[in-house]
């Protein structure tokens, strides 16, 4: 089972920017999905194996860019613009079958990384 790490959270002021990363012990195929305080976990953005498919939750778009570099196993969600609204912790996870919006689809979670945008 692959295990994954995320860093790069932070605090930084709206309209700024932040690099998270995800470090897979093995290459996958990613999704990053976010949870704010009292809400549930919620899609933000995934990446195809091979990096051509890509595909963003409608608020993150024009805002947000999934990465990948396969020879790190490393997949990256660059934010930019940042909004208060972005503040959650943001979670990578390796998608293993079905729906990639439906956290059921997934089947190992990183521990999250924490990204606050004040106003």
């Known amino acids: 089972q692959v295990q994954l790490s995320e860093s790069g959270g932070g605090l930084v002021q709206a309209g700024g920017s932040l690099r998270l990363s995800c470090a897979a012990s093995?290459?996958?195929?990613v999704g990053w999905f976010r949870q704010a305080p009292g809400k549930g976990r919620e899609f933000v953005a995934f990446?195809?194996?091979?990096?051509?498919?890509?595909d963003y939750v409608d608020s993150v778009k024009g805002r947000f860019t999934i990465s990948r570099d396969n020879a790190k196993n490393t997949i990256y969600l660059q934010m930019d613009s940042l909004k208060p609204e972005d503040t959650a912790v943001y979670h990578c996870?390796?998608?293993?079958?079905?729906?990639?919006?439906?956290?059921?689809?997934?089947?190992?979670w990183g521990q999250g990384t924490q990204v606050t945008v004040s106003s």
């Open positions: 996870a390796s998608h293993r079958i079905g729906s990639y919006y439906d956290t059921a689809a997934y089947d190992t």
């Open positions: 093995r290459r996958a195929t």
């Open positions: 990446i195809s194996w091979s990096g051509i498919t890509t």
